[in-house]
């Protein structure tokens, strides 16, 4: 049974696009996805013999060889433009991951019309590279399971300014500002609040009175959407 967390991804993927999971563990989405007829080819990318073995003995025990093929590497290289690859998946990593991940394979991504992330944290990492690179937000939401708090981004083409408040909680998420929104951030600005009353005793320097001023900026951007 696949998870919310997994479910949530796989909603955005549309209809019979080709699909490449990169990070895909034991190719659970690649595999619901097929199952649920979405899609009928996949390429799921582990770059760790563990998890490629466990995508491997997935896809095989599941009778899915002839629509997912499981490859061996690190981030996009595992795909060429021979694949037609539509639509990437990475999903179940920290942010500054996965962008440091479409950064190295930037050039793979001529074709691709359709990226959706779910970073566990700094999902900031991942706008900032949008902007970047002329990727746009077309979709995002935050989900809590099992008591983690999870965001899923889903980018297409296009140039899309941000300011440093929407770089840092999603400009669509803080115009829905759900409570799950709400949660997430009062957590950190409760650890931002612990954090500076720690700088705050440790005698001043140039380095931590720049730490400082950055949480007391961060905690200003946030307090106003809680
Ligand atoms: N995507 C699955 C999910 O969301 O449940 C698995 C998430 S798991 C926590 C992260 C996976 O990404 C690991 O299996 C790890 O080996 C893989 N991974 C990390 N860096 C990678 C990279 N540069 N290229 C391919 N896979 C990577």
Redesign the pocket.
Same mark, same amino acid.
């Given at each position: 049974n696949l998870?919310d967390?997994?479910k949530t991804?796989a909603s955005y993927v549309e209809k019979n696009t080709i699909l490449a999971? %990169?990070?895909?563990?034991?190719a659970?989405?690649p595999c619901y996805l097929v199952h649920q007829s979405t899609i009928t080819k996949a390429i799921a990318?582990?770059?760790?013999k *563990?998890?490629y073995e466990s995508a491997l003995k997935q896809v095989k025990n599941e009778g899915l060889e002839n629509q997912i093929e499981v490859r061996f *590497?690190? *981030?996009l290289q595992?795909i060429n433009e021979e694949d037609h690859v539509g639509t990437i998946? %990475?999903? *179940?990593?920290g942010g500054p991951?996965i962008a440091s %991940?479409l950064e190295a394979g930037k050039h793979k991504l001529t074709n691709v019309h359709t990226l959706i992330l779910?970073p566990n944290i700094h999902a900031k990492a991942i706008r900032e590279w949008a902007v970047k690179e002329g990727w746009k937000i077309e979709e995002e939401t935050i989900l809590e399971e099992h008591s983690k708090i999870y965001e899923v981004i889903v980018l297409k083409k296009g140039s899309m300014p941000l300011t440093e408040q929407e770089l840092l909680v999603g400009p669509i998420l803080m115009q829905v500002r759900t409570n799950i929104f709400k949660k997430k951030w009062s957590v950190e600005v409760k650890e931002w609040e612990r954090i500076w009353t720690q700088l705050k005793t440790i005698p001043n320097s140039t380095e931590v009175e720049h730490k400082i001023m950055e949480l007391e900026n961060k905690m200003s951007i946030v307090k106003e959407l809680l």
């Open positions: 998870s967390r997994l991804v999971d %990169i990070g895909s563990d034991h659970y989405l990318g582990e770059v760790v *563990g998890p *590497g690190d *981030g595992v998946t %990475i999903a *179940g990593m991951l %991940i779910q």
